[in-house]
């Protein structure tokens, strides 16, 4: 393999602000995992319309979703990790991986460089790799792996990031590599993500989150977010109505408490009626994690796919009464 060595990395700029670089102010809800993105010169192969770091997105470099991932010096990065104090720890490192040549070789001396410093455990999250990789991954300490579906049937992902933006991806070969992925590092430490938001329907969402589930992958949702100079610029983030019922239908079956058929939909795939009680729903609501950013543990993602400003959709902390009950108000209607 290629001697690499890594002189910059890309760091959200919240995780830059828990490590003190920079100079940045501290964020009302920081980030409980340090979220480091690989550094490339320019622009990512793939071409995800959603994506700011697109090969055809005049976004600025800096972003991934909504976040700014200011470069730092690697070499910074690592001693401000060697030196954090216990009270700010993070849960977890994630790594973003870009799509380019050298992706796999830069994250393999991410990966040397980071272990002799914490024991913090690390998630990688991928384009699709070969199995060889997955297993040189896992044999270099990451736990869990993700690789992101975004579009929740074949028709909506070939339109965000397969042939109908000159993307690199399959929706079959995404599949594929997940299932390998699960073959390599086990049920439970493979992970997707799905956006809501770009064409799909309830009844969709909710049928893919019940296949994935048996198959053991973790899935997060993410409300689409608009990000100026991207291909999707223009589109309209998901309602609150649609996101909280399909966080609620997400919790419900991962959690085993519903099956499909508990879920009616009508003609165009919207969820009208789920099959519990309202005090059913007051304590998942009560609980607060159906509402909260999804994926691995430890993982919070303040302000990912929301303004601070709101609406929020991903919570990045428990909820407050007063939302706990803007949300009750939203959902009652369609439980029993
Ligand atoms: S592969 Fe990831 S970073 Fe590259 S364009 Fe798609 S979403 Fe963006």
């Given at each position: 393999?290629?001697?690499?060595t890594i002189e910059k990395i890309?760091?959200?700029?919240?995780?830059?602000?828990?490590?003190?670089?920079?100079?940045?102010?501290?964020?009302?809800?920081?980030?409980?995992?340090?979220?480091?993105?690989?550094?490339?010169?320019?622009?990512?192969?793939?071409?995800?319309?959603?994506?700011?770091?697109?090969?055809?997105?005049?976004?600025?470099?800096?972003?991934?979703?909504?976040?700014?991932?200011?470069?730092f010096s690697f070499k910074d990065f690592l001693t401000k990790l060697k030196?954090?104090?216990?009270?700010?720890?993070?849960?977890?490192?994630?790594?973003?991986?870009?799509?380019?040549?050298?992706?796999?070789?830069?994250?393999?001396?991410?990966?040397?460089q980071?272990?002799?410093?914490?024991?913090?455990?690390?998630?990688?999250?991928?384009?699709?790799?070969?199995?060889?990789?997955?297993?040189?991954?896992?044999?270099?300490?990451?736990?869990?792996?993700?690789?992101?579906?975004?579009?929740?049937?074949?028709?909506?992902?070939?339109?965000?990031?397969?042939?109908?933006?000159?993307?690199?991806?399959?929706?079959?070969?995404?599949?594929?590599?997940?299932?390998?992925?699960?073959?390599?590092?086990?049920?439970?430490?493979?992970?997707?993500?799905?956006?809501?938001?770009?064409?799909?329907?309830?009844?969709?969402?909710?049928?893919?989150?019940?296949?994935?589930?048996?198959?053991?992958?973790?899935?997060?949702?993410?409300?689409?977010?608009?990000?100026?100079?991207?291909?999707?610029?223009?589109?309209?983030?998901?309602?609150?109505?649609?996101?909280?019922?399909?966080?609620?239908?997400?919790?419900?079956?991962?959690?085993?408490?519903?099956?499909?058929?508990?879920?009616?939909?009508?003609?165009?795939?919207?969820?009208?009626?789920?099959?519990?009680?309202?005090?059913?729903?007051?304590?998942?609501?009560?609980?607060?994690?159906?509402?909260?950013?999804?994926?691995?543990?430890?993982?919070?993602?303040?302000?990912?796919?929301?303004?601070?400003?709101?609406?929020?959709?991903?919570?990045?902390?428990?909820?407050?009464?007063?939302?706990?009950?803007?949300?009750?108000?939203?959902?009652?209607?369609?439980?029993?």
């Open positions: 393999m290629r001697l690499v890309r760091i959200s700029v919240g995780s830059a602000s828990v490590l003190g670089l920079g100079g940045l102010a501290q964020f009302k809800n920081p980030p409980t995992t340090c979220y480091i993105m690989t550094f490339k010169k320019g622009h990512c192969m793939a071409n995800c319309g959603f994506c700011p770091q697109a090969r055809s997105s005049k976004s600025s470099i800096e972003k991934l979703s909504r976040v700014n991932w200011p470069i030196y954090m104090p216990f009270s700010k720890k993070f849960k977890r490192i994630c790594i973003q991986t870009l799509n380019y040549p050298e992706n796999f070789n830069d994250l393999i001396e991410i990966l040397t980071i272990r002799p410093y914490t024991d913090i455990p690390i998630s990688v999250a991928i384009p699709p790799l070969t199995k060889e990789k997955l297993i040189e991954l896992k044999n270099r300490g990451v736990q869990r792996i993700g690789i992101a579906l975004d579009g929740a049937t074949s028709e909506v992902f070939e339109k965000i990031k397969g042939s109908n933006v000159e993307g690199p991806y399959k929706w079959e070969e995404h599949f594929q590599k997940l299932d390998e992925a699960l073959d390599i590092f086990s049920p439970g430490y493979v992970s997707t993500h799905i956006i809501i938001g770009l064409g799909e329907s309830e009844k969709d969402v909710i049928e893919l989150i019940k296949r994935l589930n048996n198959l053991g992958i973790i899935i997060s949702l993410f409300a689409f977010t608009p990000i100026e100079g991207t291909r999707f610029e223009n589109l309209n983030q998901p309602t609150l109505l649609n996101f909280r019922k399909l966080q609620l239908g997400r919790f419900l079956i991962i959690n085993n408490e519903k099956q499909l058929n508990d879920f009616t939909f009508n003609r165009k795939g919207e969820i009208i009626k789920i099959n519990m009680r309202k005090k059913e729903l007051n304590m998942i609501i009560n609980n607060t994690n159906a509402f909260l950013t999804s994926g691995c543990p430890g993982c919070n993602r303040p302000f990912y796919t929301s303004k601070p400003s709101g609406p929020i959709y991903n919570y990045p902390r428990k909820l407050t009464e007063k939302e706990k009950l803007e949300i009750y108000e939203l959902l009652y209607k369609f439980v029993n």
